[in-house]
């Protein structure tokens, strides 16, 4: 199958009026009736804060090298690629290097400190960068408008490609996820492949595109397409689950949300990296390999080519951007091939033969963040819940430790990778090249792929968004019922004594809640009560117990706060409605066997939840993974095989309604 990526795609017209109003749009031209040019060519609105406009054949385009003439990497008459080959012929190896590294942009406040900026941009020439700032919509597109700015005064006026990790969710981690302020919210993805609908998903990842282009970001490192086999991994919620074909689906459909179809990027798209190629999901004991001593994946049960699957609709979606593994594929020999023993990122096995070479993948890949980095002793001695990153930096280089950054930079870019992830240094690159580590024409390759990107996405005819019309989109009220009704429907009800749900509106007056904040009871009428005694309902959000020294355990033993007060509402007699977040396959027995009702979640806003609890919305979900009995039994099961513990307390696509089974 073909990636598809790279395909240039038109179609701009949505944005024209907002643009305008905005101030930012210089030189729209419509089409004419006769003569004046091609009537098929549509002149794209044009964007320019420094750059001049100029006309040739009737047609404006933007003059970002200020020759005073067009050259052929400013017509936007050309494809991508045509564009691209061109462009890079004029840059510097330094200026090509600055393309080969994926920064992170300076959060100060609610914008970007503009002296660190400065450095990244003017000085090394880098132009494409993460944010991980949190804050109201207006305010990044304000931000993200600034970076562009700056861009555009540089000598071949090159715009950036802003990326993201998701923030439509309820999970905030720090490396993973970013603090949802203002967007749609929606439920973490295991919550979309417990509504099994990929047409939802494809409709949740349109609303997520939306929201980022309006902000200014053009570029999603999402969806993840590993393989829930380890109950005990940590990363569970960014997945779409443990059937690795519906996951296939998921991802397919998540990928043509985010990038507005299939046919490829234009420019209302965000670029998809999915990620993580490949096997992350089989974790060795769930550990986390942003660590040293979670650097290995197993495949005990020889399952590694179910890992592969979920990819297959990456690729089906013509997925932009592809992110390899932190991991080491542990002893792993697959079709005949012993994986070299190095991670995901340093792989040419896994990036050249598998994925350039049997799924043809032909777009960006992007390492994971900080491979190149330095991970000296201090670093390999550090555990969660201490942070990863520390007074070393951060650097996972799994397989490679004792290497220099400059070995690391060569191994990575000889390997495959197009851009290294979470680096604003591109100088080992330029030093490669001149000590004759790394061929240039290499360089050259991965420069030339990350600028067509740049151009497919539009960012060379109009890089700059409206905040006013950012902060109208994000989370609009059709949205927001969007994001509400996936909340809802991923919403999986595990049991109900008694017919405990749906709440009886009449009968509940007074609520005992932990988790649940008391202006969302009181919106409804109802009363908070902090003695269980008193309540004719209660209701508890259980979260992840993360227990045991390695915090990978997944039952509650009692001495966490939220249990403890479930069991205190338990105690008292009143009906209790246990609800816990299901970031990880959970061992729910010790809750299932005393709560009225457990109703699973994958975020759900207390408005949302509440609506269900009390009979307007109906959960409907059912379970993408399997949720084990015991921790017997997790440690026995194969962290590569799906769904293969002993006895298992739910299957993977339980679920009940309020009338029965709902599946």
């Given at each position: 199958?073909?990636?598809?990526?790279?395909?240039?795609?038109?179609?701009?017209?949505?944005?024209?009026?907002?643009?305008?109003?905005?101030?930012?749009?210089?030189?729209?031209?419509?089409?004419?009736?006769?003569?004046?040019?091609?009537?098929?060519?549509?002149?794209?609105?044009?964007?320019?804060?420094?750059a001049p406009i100029i006309t040739v054949d009737g047609l404006q385009f933007r003059d970002?090298?200020?020759?005073?003439?067009?050259?052929?990497?400013?017509?936007?008459?050309?494809?991508?690629?045509?564009?691209?080959?061109?462009?890079?012929?004029?840059?510097?190896?330094?200026?090509?290097?600055?393309?080969?590294?994926?920064?992170?942009?300076?959060?100060?406040?609610?914008?970007?400190?503009?002296?660190?900026?400065?450095?990244?941009?003017?000085?090394?020439?880098?132009?494409?960068?993460?944010?991980?700032?949190?804050?109201?919509?207006?305010?990044?597109?304000?931000?993200?408008?600034?970076?562009?700015?700056?861009?555009?005064?540089?000598?071949?006026?090159?715009?950036?490609?802003?990326?993201?990790?998701?923030?439509?969710?309820?999970?905030?981690?720090?490396?993973?996820?970013?603090?949802?302020?203002?967007?749609?919210?929606?439920?973490?993805?295991?919550?979309?492949?417990?509504?099994?609908?990929?047409?939802?998903?494809?409709?949740?990842?349109?609303?997520?595109?939306?929201?980022?282009?309006?902000?200014?970001?053009?570029?999603?490192?999402?969806?993840?397409?590993?393989?829930?086999?380890?109950?005990?991994?940590?990363?569970?919620?960014?997945?779409?689950?443990?059937?690795?074909?519906?996951?296939?689906?998921?991802?397919?459909?998540?990928?043509?949300?985010?990038?507005?179809?299939?046919?490829?990027?234009?420019?209302?798209?965000?670029?998809?990296?999915?990620?993580?190629?490949?096997?992350?999901?089989?974790?060795?004991?769930?550990?986390?390999?942003?660590?040293?001593?979670?650097?290995?994946?197993?495949?005990?049960?020889?399952?590694?080519?179910?890992?592969?699957?979920?990819?297959?609709?990456?690729?089906?979606?013509?997925?932009?951007?592809?992110?390899?593994?932190?991991?080491?594929?542990?002893?792993?020999?697959?079709?005949?091939?012993?994986?070299?023993?190095?991670?995901?990122?340093?792989?040419?096995?896994?990036?050249?033969?598998?994925?350039?070479?049997?799924?043809?993948?032909?777009?960006?890949?992007?390492?994971?963040?900080?491979?190149?980095?330095?991970?000296?002793?201090?670093?390999?001695?550090?555990?969660?819940?201490?942070?990863?990153?520390?007074?070393?930096?951060?650097?996972?280089?799994?397989?490679?430790?004792?290497?220099?950054?400059?070995?690391?930079?060569?191994?990575?870019?000889?390997?495959?990778?197009?851009?290294?992830?979470?680096?604003?240094?591109?100088?080992?690159?330029?030093?490669?090249?001149?000590?004759?580590?790394?061929?240039?024409?290499?360089?050259?390759?991965?420069?030339?792929?990350?600028?067509?990107?740049?151009?497919?996405?539009?960012?060379?005819?109009?890089?700059?968004?409206?905040?006013?019309?950012?902060?109208?989109?994000?989370?609009?009220?059709?949205?927001?019922?969007?994001?509400?009704?996936?909340?809802?429907?991923?919403?999986?009800?595990?049991?109900?004594?008694?017919?405990?749900?749906?709440?009886?509106?009449?009968?509940?007056?007074?609520?005992?809640?932990?988790?649940?904040?008391?202006?969302?009871?009181?919106?409804?009428?109802?009363?908070?009560?902090?003695?269980?005694?008193?309540?004719?309902?209660?209701?508890?959000?259980?979260?992840?117990?993360?227990?045991?020294?390695?915090?990978?355990?997944?039952?509650?033993?009692?001495?966490?706060?939220?249990?403890?007060?479930?069991?205190?509402?338990?105690?008292?007699?009143?009906?209790?409605?246990?609800?816990?977040?299901?970031?990880?396959?959970?061992?729910?027995?010790?809750?299932?066997?005393?709560?009225?009702?457990?109703?699973?979640?994958?975020?759900?806003?207390?408005?949302?939840?509440?609506?269900?609890?009390?009979?307007?919305?109906?959960?409907?979900?059912?379970?993408?993974?399997?949720?084990?009995?015991?921790?017997?039994?997790?440690?026995?099961?194969?962290?590569?095989?799906?769904?293969?513990?002993?006895?298992?307390?739910?299957?993977?696509?339980?679920?009940?309604?309020?009338?029965?089974?709902?599946?």
């Amino acid at each position: 199958m073909q990636n598809r990526s790279m395909r240039p795609r038109r179609g701009r017209a949505a944005r024209l009026a907002a643009l305008a109003t905005a101030g930012i749009v210089t030189g729209a031209v419509g089409l004419t009736s006769a003569g004046a040019h091609d009537a098929a060519v549509e002149q794209p609105v044009l964007g320019s804060r420094s750059a001049p406009i100029i006309t040739v054949d009737g047609l404006q385009f933007r003059d970002l090298d200020r020759n005073g003439a067009l050259t052929p990497y400013e017509d936007w008459r050309l494809t991508a690629q045509q564009r691209a080959t061109d462009l890079a012929g004029r840059m510097s190896l330094a200026q090509k290097a600055g393309l080969v590294v994926h920064g992170t942009l300076p959060v100060a406040g609610t914008g970007y400190d503009p002296a660190k900026l400065a450095t990244l941009v003017a000085d090394r020439h880098v132009s494409t960068f993460i944010t991980r700032l949190s804050a109201a919509p207006d305010q990044i597109a304000e931000a993200d408008n600034a970076v562009q700015e700056l861009a555009e005064q540089q000598p071949l006026g090159i715009p950036a490609v802003i990326s993201t990790d998701p923030r439509n969710g309820f999970s905030v981690t720090q490396g993973q996820t970013v603090a949802r302020v203002g967007t749609t919210a929606m439920p973490d993805t295991p919550g979309m492949a417990a509504i099994g609908r990929p047409q939802v998903t494809r409709r949740l990842g349109d609303i997520i595109r939306q929201e980022y282009r309006a902000v200014g970001i053009a570029e999603g490192l999402s969806p993840q397409a590993d393989l829930a086999t380890e109950p005990r991994w940590t990363r569970i919620n960014g997945t779409f689950g443990s059937d690795a074909r519906a996951a296939r689906d998921q991802v397919e459909a998540y990928v043509s949300g985010l990038q507005g179809g299939t046919r490829g990027l234009g420019a209302d798209s965000v670029a998809a990296v999915t990620k993580h190629w490949v096997g992350y999901g089989a974790q060795a004991n769930g550990y986390d390999s942003h660590y040293y001593y979670g650097r290995y994946a197993t495949f005990p049960g020889n399952d590694f080519a179910e890992h592969l699957i979920p990819f297959e609709g990456a690729f089906a979606a013509g997925t932009a951007g592809i992110m390899p593994t932190y991991s080491i594929l542990k002893d792993l020999v697959y079709d005949g091939h012993a994986v070299p023993q190095v991670g995901a990122g340093f792989n040419s096995y896994l990036l050249q033969d598998l994925l350039r070479g049997r799924y043809h993948f032909d777009g960006v890949i992007t390492s994971d963040w900080g491979i190149t980095g330095d991970c000296p002793q201090i670093c390999r001695d550090t555990r969660p819940p201490a942070s990863f990153i520390g007074s070393w930096g951060v650097g996972m280089p799994w397989g490679m430790e004792d290497s220099t950054v400059l070995a690391r930079t060569v191994a990575t870019i000889t390997a495959g990778v197009d851009q290294i992830g979470g680096s604003d240094d591109p100088s080992p690159v330029v030093a490669a090249v001149g000590q004759g580590l790394l061929d240039q024409a290499r360089v050259d390759a991965s420069a030339r792929r990350v600028l067509q990107q740049k151009f497919a996405l539009g960012l060379f005819e109009n890089p700059y968004v409206d905040p006013a019309a950012a902060a109208s989109l994000a989370g609009n009220a059709a949205f927001k019922e969007v994001g509400d009704r996936a909340q809802a429907s991923s919403l999986t009800l595990l049991s109900n004594r008694g017919r405990t749900l749906p709440a009886r509106a009449h009968k509940v007056r007074k609520v005992y809640a932990y988790g649940v904040a008391a202006d969302a009871l009181a919106a409804r009428g109802l009363q908070p009560v902090d003695d269980p005694a008193q309540a004719d309902l209660a209701i508890v959000r259980l979260g992840d117990p993360r227990g045991g020294a390695d915090l990978t355990g997944l039952a509650f033993t009692g001495a966490e706060a939220d249990y403890q007060a479930f069991q205190k509402a338990v105690d008292a007699g009143v009906p209790t409605v246990a609800v816990p977040k299901l970031d990880r396959p959970l061992i729910l027995t010790n809750v299932v066997d005393r709560a009225g009702a457990v109703l699973a979640n994958y975020g759900v806003s207390d408005e949302v939840l509440l609506e269900t609890v009390f009979g307007e919305r109906r959960p409907g979900g059912r379970l993408p993974f399997e949720l084990p009995s015991s921790a017997d039994a997790v440690a026995a099961q194969l962290g590569d095989v799906p769904d293969d513990s002993a006895k298992p307390l739910f299957r993977r696509g339980f679920g009940l309604s309020y009338g029965g089974r709902w599946w």
